[in-house]
């Protein structure tokens, strides 16, 4: 039996008249760090979208398998129950909450999980202040992981791009995903943050145990991160392989000979 | 479920009864709504917002034509030409205040946010004061006081439809709204303002790079708006009378139409303005005269939550 | 060269005279639909005395007061920077002493013991019932309203619907309607509390489960017609609510709990305690609340809706908890105002009763419980102050003018309200600056 903790079976998502996603197949192994490529407009977003119960595909099955051996599907359920069992995910422009310190960003994150509690929040009774400790300690320890500790107390809104990327994955991982998805993480970062970010996302894997789903436009960041490729191209998957593989892929290349330009400008 | 089987057989036949005379002022009603509408309608294709001030408009327009009828009704009602000019006379009256409201409440209420960039809660609580303010404002300037307007014409049974009879009041409400709806219509389509309006509805941004002059567009889109929600309001007004808080039924009644026919789609607002009057009006039959706001409201609730882009879709841009 | 008087001095000295002009007519003389132009010939024509100066006609004081007013917003204008570093530099140490936890409990402390003791100082009947039914009362009302539009960022326009089933709960509870009461027991108002309180939260989740799925906008319209249907309901169902007339047997509440034995009456003051219990009850809720993870997950939302979903949290669950939350305040209070008036009638829950508590969030500082509070204060006396001694002319519906007004004027010029909440403060000026997802939430625009 294979370990898939996706698998997306002939997804087909239409906007009216406009296909985002046609019969996309894709699976994706425990543990793996899994890249989906592809020019503009392929389809990508929509694909993350999809899977993080955001957009609802007409067509198709989205199967989260987790770490239990417990399957779900995501077509017809609501992001946040997506995000409970175990999904999180980062935006392509980010989105902070962005009012608010660094520290509480990852905060709520990290204490989502739990139940309603007005009542408890109210007279704060013990088990409230204990869970408010556990959160506590998390957030330092994400913030540490990510290397915003010294930033806990900044107003997100007023953090550099590449601090506001780490954030993001900060607040995920605090919701105990057991797979992250990032979209576009390199957008907008100079080289140095996009080496840091590089061992970064290595480093939520290999410390922390969770599989890493990434859309990039940024090739060389791409072929040194992930250990297998997705290309999409017009809602479609046209090829997946090894970073060597999709190298030497006559459809990959023809995809990308159109919009070479475009892809390299970002 | 005999008793209740006898329940409903029994409305039926009053409403196979009384369907027609029901019919007819359903539609009279509805084209007062989708006059209304439309104005939400607009605004909201240029602001993506509500205008929680129209209603205010609406009610302007309505002291508006009170104070022109009683000016030059006499004592004894005009009939024949002298009728029809005094009608156009009211209606031009009403939808002149109405702009002019409109344009002032642009002014106040909207553009010192729009300068800002302020959050659209802002400009949501500023159109509520807005209309607190002016509705308040004719109360006190006015009375706060039912009074009914001169009628300038006779009231009578025109002809009949099946049997049930057309009122000389539902003609004038007929003719003056299709003649306002048909040439907003055309407006919108044909003229250079119209492609304005609807590029700023599709995408502000991009508009203003094209030339379109922003502010200037969305002072017209409220200058048209208001002269269309005014001239509802004496029309209004003829039939039911004015007062400083008539436009707050009303104009809830005409958002349910813009937001039942697609809010932001011109056409729609006018659909739904008369598939709500017509509703509104053979809902008589079924339940007492007291619950009929509450008809009306539990279509907003439904389409709101079943079909929020209502019948024909919204988007200013692209349907109407 | 522009025309002298497009300059931006002169332009500021046309916008200041159309204001006072305004303000003119709203504090004048009313007119009828038989004398339409009475009112407003009156409110320039009429003599004044100029604070007792010299006799002289209206217009003459405003052009005045026209031509101070814009002396004093240009000096404004132009010395800005450095009246506000003069400002800031007196203001500092007071300033920095407020953020003391200590000096800022103490001086909570010492709010509540003038609370406590203002009823044996203002001795005057009127302000003894106004402080019960009008501020009091209203101080609660705000603090409900304040954790839907302020804490979840929820436009609720028809709040007096929950204050309305809160006090139709106590005089159903009570046996004073012609619906009978649960089991045919009488109980006492003090009982009806809870029973009031849950049937508003009920009323808070069926109302709020369907239409807290809707984008803002839609949702401030939805709860508009709610708060009229409820007046509808209660006007129209004679067999239940006793319809127009109301009802007028409610008692007064008792309280029997061991050896503790009391019995409220007709005088205000103890219904002030008993308001002034809650008030404290709910402040301290409320601040625990704001401060939690619930208070944390509303600003989620309320900032980036999509974002705080990618995080787990259910916005419904928790719109549907504020809304809850509002609801039973308001019950509360109606359980208060009905048990001491005796009597409730239909026509006192319109929406200007919304409106009102709107304005005294929205001026206090959505989202700021102590600014909630002040305002509710500020606003509430001065409004009895102009009932209680009107200036000559006034009517006590021009109140409502006044309140609109208040609405523009807060959001043109500090729509975070008097006495902000940080959080708040911040999320207007990135807002403004355009970052941040909050319109999204509210209109459901995608960028």
Do not use: C
Not at chain 1, 219 to 228: D, G, N, P, Q, T
Not at chain 3, 114 to 134: G, K, S
Not at chain 3, 411 to 439: Q, T
């Amino acid at each position: 039996m294979s370990d898939n903790i996706f698998d997306v079976r002939n997804v087909t998502l239409r906007f009216g008249g406009v296909v985002s996603l046609n019969d996309v197949s894709l699976e994706m192994h425990r543990g793996e760090i899994l890249a989906v490529i592809g020019p503009n407009g392929a389809g990508k977003t929509s694909l993350f979208n999809s899977l993080t119960g955001v957009y609802q595909p007409q067509e198709g099955t989205i199967i989260f398998t987790a770490r239990d051996g417990k399957e779900m599907s995501i077509i017809g359920r609501k992001a946040h129950r997506v995000a409970s069992a175990g999904v999180a995910r980062t935006f392509q422009a980010s989105r902070m909450f962005s009012a608010l310190t660094a520290f509480e960003n990852v905060k709520i994150g990290a204490e989502s999980h739990r139940g309603l509690g007005a009542v408890g929040a109210m007279v704060r009774g013990p088990q409230t202040r204990r869970g408010e400790k556990a959160s506590d300690a998390l957030t330092i320890e994400l913030l540490d992981f990510v290397g915003l500790r010294d930033e806990a107390n900044t107003i997100s809104a007023s953090l550099s791009y590449g601090d506001r990327r780490r954030l993001e994955i900060a607040r995920g991982l605090a919701t105990n995903p057991q797979v992250l998805l990032l979209d576009e993480p390199a957008a907008g970062t100079n080289p140095s943050e996009k080496l840091e970010l590089t061992e970064l996302i290595r480093k939520v894997r290999d410390v922390r145990g969770v599989s890493i789903l990434l859309i990039e436009h940024d090739m060389k960041l791409v072929m040194a991160l992930a250990e297998r490729l997705y290309v999409l191209n017009f809602g479609s998957v046209i090829a997946q392989g090894t970073p060597d593989e999709i190298r030497a892929n006559d459809a990959v290349i023809e995809a990308y000979l159109g919009s070479t330009a475009s892809a390299e400008e970002k | 479920m005999g008793a209740f089987g006898h329940y409903l057989a029994s409305h039926f036949t009053t409403l196979q009864k009384e369907f027609w005379y029901l019919f007819v002022g359903g539609v009279a009603n509805g084209f007062l709504y989708g006059m209304v509408a439309v104005g939400y309608t607009l605004v909201y294709g240029v602001l993506r917002l509500i205008n929680f001030a129209h209603s205010e408009i609406f009610m302007s327009g309505g002291f508006a034509g009170y104070f022109l009828m009683k000016a030059f009704v006499g004592s004894t009602p005009p009939s024949g030409l002298s009728s029809i000019g005094l009608i156009g006379l009211g209606v031009v009256g009403g939808g002149l205040v109405g702009a002019l409201v409109a344009t002032a409440l642009e002014r106040v209420a909207y553009r010192p946010l729009r300068r800002r960039n302020a959050p659209k809660l802002a400009y949501l609580i500023s159109a509520i004061g807005a209309s607190y303010f002016m509705f308040n404002m004719a109360g006190k300037e006015f009375g706060r006081y039912s009074v009914s307007v001169p009628q300038p014409y006779i009231n009578h049974a025109v002809f009949h439809v099946f049997g049930a009879p057309v009122l000389m009041y539902d003609i004038i409400i007929f003719i003056a709204g299709l003649i306002m709806l048909i040439s907003l219509d055309r407006v919108v389509q044909k003229t250079k303002l119209g492609r304005s309006v609807r590029a700023v509805a599709q995408d502000a941004e991009t508009a203003s790079l094209m030339g379109v002059n922003i502010d200037r567009t969305i002072a017209m889109t409220f200058v048209i708006g208001g002269a269309l929600g005014g001239a509802a309001g004496f029309l209004f007004g003829l039939g039911t009378g004015v007062v400083y808080t008539m436009g707050f039924t009303p104009a809830l009644k005409a958002f349910t139409a813009a937001v039942l026919g697609g809010i932001g789609n011109l056409r729609g607002a006018m659909i739904g303005g008369l598939l709500l009057g017509i509703a509104e009006s053979l809902s008589v039959v079924f339940v007492q005269a007291a619950y009929i706001d509450v008809i009306a409201f539990g279509i907003l609730v439904a389409v709101l939550l079943f079909r929020p882009t209502g019948i024909l879709g919204e988007r200013l841009g692209r349907a109407a | 060269m522009r025309a002298w008087f497009r300059r931006p001095v002169v332009r500021r000295f046309w916008m200041i005279l159309a204001a006072l002009a305004a303000l003119e007519v709203m504090t004048g003389p009313p007119g009828s639909t038989e004398a339409p132009t009475e009112g407003v010939k009156g409110s320039f024509l009429q003599s004044s005395s100029f604070f007792g100066l010299f006799n002289t006609v209206r217009w003459v004081v405003f052009l005045f007061l026209a031509v101070v007013v814009w002396g004093l917003v240009t000096l404004w204008l132009t010395y800005r920077t450095a009246i506000r570093g003069g400002l800031n530099r007196t203001l500092a140490a007071p300033r920095a002493a407020v953020r003391n936890r200590g000096v800022r409990r103490g001086l909570v402390l010492a709010l509540l013991v003038v609370a406590l003791i203002l009823p044996h100082v203002v001795t005057d009947p009127f302000w003894q019932a106004a402080m019960v039914e009008q501020i009091a009362v209203y101080v609660l009302l705000a603090m409900g309203l304040n954790v839907v539009v302020g804490f979840a960022g929820l436009l609720d326009l028809g709040f007096v619907a929950f204050y309305a089933i809160g006090a139709y709960a106590t005089a159903w509870a009570t046996g004073a309607l012609p619906l009978p009461p649960l089991f045919g027991v009488h109980l006492d108002p003090f009982w009806a509390i809870p029973i009031a309180i849950i049937i508003a939260m009920l009323a808070g989740v069926i109302l709020g489960a369907p239409t807290l799925r809707l984008r803002g906008d839609y949702l401030a319209i939805v709860t508009l017609g709610f708060g009229e249907i409820i007046q509808i309901f209660a006007n129209n169902l004679y067999g239940i609510t006793g319809g127009s007339q109301g009802s007028g047997t409610i008692p007064h509440p008792t309280l029997h709990i061991g050896p503790l034995h009391y019995a409220w009456g007709l005088t205000p003051v103890p219904y002030y305690y008993l308001t002034i219990v809650f008030v404290i009850i709910f402040y301290v809720a409320f601040s625990l609340l704001e401060h939690s993870r619930v208070g944390r997950a509303w600003t989620a939302i309320r900032e980036d809706e999509v974002a705080a979903e990618s995080v787990g949290i259910n916005p419904l669950k928790y719109k549907v908890m504020a809304f809850a939350i509002g609801a039973s305040t308001a019950g509360f209070a109606g359980v208060v105002t009905a048990s001491q008036s005796n009597a409730i009638f239909p026509s006192s829950f319109t929406l200007f009763f919304s409106i009102n508590i709107l304005v005294l969030v929205i001026f206090g500082g959505m989202g700021s419980i102590a600014g909630v509070v002040l305002g509710a204060i500020i606003i509430q006396t001065a409004a009895m102050y102009l009932l209680h001694s009107p200036p000559s002319g006034y009517q006590s519906a021009d109140l409502y003018i006044y309140l609109g007004a208040l609405l523009i004027l807060m959001m043109i010029f500090r729509p975070v309200g008097v006495l902000p909440s940080r959080r708040r403060r911040r999320e207007i000026g990135l807002a403004e600056a355009g970052e941040g997802h909050m319109d999204e939430v509210l209109t459901g625009d995608n960028p």
